[in-house]
């Protein structure tokens, strides 16, 4: 199994949290029923891990949002 470093897709986020908080909503996802964007991992690893791995290799990015909560 592949585990992609921390730091690696740390780089692609702007914080921990962000990165935490992307590959949970992705792994829910993935769990509902959504398919994994990397074809070679079907069912193989579990969704975090999947979720990880899809942000280590840029697949899965995210936008923030530009309103800010009042």
Known sequence: MRQPPLESMIRKMDSKYTLIVVAAKRARAIVEGE????????????????????????????????????
């Open 35 to 70: 398919k994994s964007l990397l074809d070679e991992l079907k069912g193989e690893m579990k969704p975090v891990s999947v979720a990880f791995d899809e942000i280590d290799r840029g697949i899965l990015s995210y936008q923030r949002a530009k309103d800010s909560i009042k």
